[in-house]
């Protein structure tokens, strides 16, 4: 993995909805974040499969990058026979 996926971004969403904006605000207020706080608490979510996402099927979640690896990990450990 290099530097630049470990590090942080400034992340720009331009043209959000209204009703979106104002959905956040008070998913924001409920859990006693900003705006901001929310987005990065929804991001993680998603990002780590705590979260399903609309279209995925029920139940379903994308891959994340340590299911990835982990399969890369028991492929490897199936084909020489040994652990990684």
Known sequence: ?????VGGCDILIK????????????????HFRSRSGE???IL????RSDATLPGLGIGET???LR?????????????TGGEV
């Open 62 to 64: 994308l891959p994340t």
């Open 15 to 30: 043209n959000v909805p209204g009703d979106i904006v104002q959905e956040l605000g008070r998913r924001a207020e409920a």
């Open 67 to 79: 299911d990835t690896e982990a399969a890369n990990q028991d492929g490897e450990a199936q084909e």
């Open 1 to 5: 993995m290099s530097n630049e996926a």
């Open 39 to 41: 987005i990065m608490a």
């Open 44 to 47: 993680a979510a998603v990002c």
